[in-house]
């Protein structure tokens, strides 16, 4: 067996954890970012004061931290989810024939099936069901400003 346990013939190419890995390695960026950039905002005196009033860690980042690092996790998940909802890329490189992503169907009715009116109502639900997420979860996040 090898360093993860993997025996010499398995194969990781072409199997939904290899497409899960790839959409992984390139959207982790657009989320750490706006986490970071939220987090290094949070004035470090707030923790004292709830180390002072005697709260635990998990007390304090539940009432301390994440409410006021929300803002980077909205806009870090919805710069994550949007261009990740229509890849294609990923699903045609890592994965196998079997591996369908919205991306790779709406790409195979315009370029290989060549049914542009499918191929466009495909785009276009998947352009109004992002669009409704997107307002729902940022309304329900609380985060009105970043519409």
Not at 73 to 79: A, I, N, Q, R
Request: contains cysteine.
């Amino acid at each position: 067996t090898g360093w993860l346990g993997w025996t010499e013939g398995s194969r990781v190419l072409a199997t939904p954890l290899a497409v899960v890995c790839g959409l992984t390695y390139n959207f982790l960026p657009f989320m750490i970012l706006p986490l970071y950039t939220s987090l290094e905002r949070i004035d470090g005196r707030l923790h004292e004061a709830a180390g002072d009033l005697y709260a635990r860690p998990l007390t304090t980042f539940r009432r301390v931290t994440f409410p006021l690092s929300l803002p980077g996790v909205v806009s870090g998940t919805l710069l994550t989810f949007i261009p990740a909802s229509g890849d294609y890329v990923n699903a045609e490189l890592l994965g196998s024939a079997d591996t369908k992503m919205i991306g790779s169907v709406i790409q195979s009715q315009f370029l290989r099936v060549l049914d542009y009116p499918i191929a466009a109502a495909l785009s276009f639900i998947l352009m109004a069901v992002v669009l409704a997420m997107v307002t729902f979860y940022i309304r329900r996040a609380g985060t009105e400003e970043l519409l």
